[in-house]
């Protein structure tokens, strides 16, 4: 698949950086969620036939899940926009490697690659914003640096005298000695298979465990199935037990069986059992 090309078009059609963000968001989620036959299709098209306009709608049904991911990391002090479009290129990237015949839905497939693309972002961006957040320690980011690539780990004497050259505490100092000194590790760990030595890998800890778009799409799709069927039941009801049921049930002010049987001039037994029989109804047409 010629990504630059499906990138392109995602750019020039919904971009979280062209445009408000809230705007992208309301846009991505009217995108309607492909069905899982709809989904392997447009795949096996773009598989087989290197269809850029079935990548683009597979990219673009997606998108939500993208936002719902991002979302999980707005406590790192980062733009949702920039989260979102890291996490865009993930998605990219798994459409491109999804493979049909795995029996998976996309959007389990492309939870690695679009969290590893935020992930990669955080590492590359909340280091460098978070290592010197005072006015004392941007000084010392910018000059400590040369300090120590001159005189190497700094002993107390040296510490003192940074310290004094440029106006802060020696205790400033040895923090941004630290900070400077921390090495980068890969996402995913060490080249280690102790498992042990990949505990403190980022793929360990910067995962979200609430934000899992699988059981999300499961949700979304069994909520819109079952909502559809409610309104097709609810249709198929005589206008009189559709008004009992809005009334006993979604009214604000809910009425009494008495108020009803006042209404209809009958008993509230009998109301009773029209609200019963259009429950059943509407329960059997969830089951079926």
Not at 84 to 95: R, S
Not at 112 to 131: G, M, P, S
Request: no cysteine; hydrophobic share 40%; glycine share 6%.
């Amino acid at each position: 698949m010629n990504t630059a090309l499906v990138t392109s078009t995602y750019s020039n059609t919904l971009s979280p950086l062209t445009g408000s963000i809230e705007s992208y968001i309301q846009t991505a989620r009217d995108i309607p969620v492909l069905s899982t036959e709809e989904e392997k299709e447009l795949a096996i098209q773009l598989r087989e036939n290197n269809d850029l306009e079935a990548a683009r709608k597979l990219v673009m049904s997606h998108l939500r899940f993208v936002i719902y991911i991002a979302r999980g990391y707005n406590g790192y002090g980062l733009p949702l926009a920039d989260l979102i479009q890291e996490g865009n290129i993930g998605l990219l990237k798994a459409v491109k490697r999804f493979d049909p015949e795995r029996g998976v839905r996309l959007v389990s497939f492309a939870v690695h690659w679009i969290r590893a693309e935020i992930h990669e972002f955080i590492l590359k961006n909340w280091r460098i914003v978070k290592v010197a957040t005072t006015k004392a320690q941007r000084k010392l980011f910018f000059n400590l640096r040369g300090s120590k690539k001159r005189l190497g780990w700094l002993n107390q004497e040296q510490v003192n005298t940074v310290a004094e050259d440029l106006g802060v505490k020696p205790e400033t100092v040895v923090e941004m000695e630290s900070r400077l000194s921390g090495q980068d590790v890969g996402f995913d760990g060490f080249n280690s298979d102790d498992d042990e030595d990949n505990n403190f890998a980022p793929a360990a800890y910067l995962k979200h465990e609430n934000a899992d778009p699988a059981s999300e799409l499961e949700r979304t799709d069994f909520g819109s199935h079952n909502a559809g069927r409610l309104h097709t039941a609810l249709s198929e009801l005589d206008e009189r037990s559709q008004d009992i049921l809005a009334s006993r049930w979604l009214a604000d002010k809910k009425q009494t069986l008495h108020e009803l049987a006042a209404r209809y001039q009958v008993s509230a037994e009998r109301i009773r059992q029209l609200e019963k029989n259009a429950m059943k109804k509407l329960k059997q047409a969830l089951i079926d």
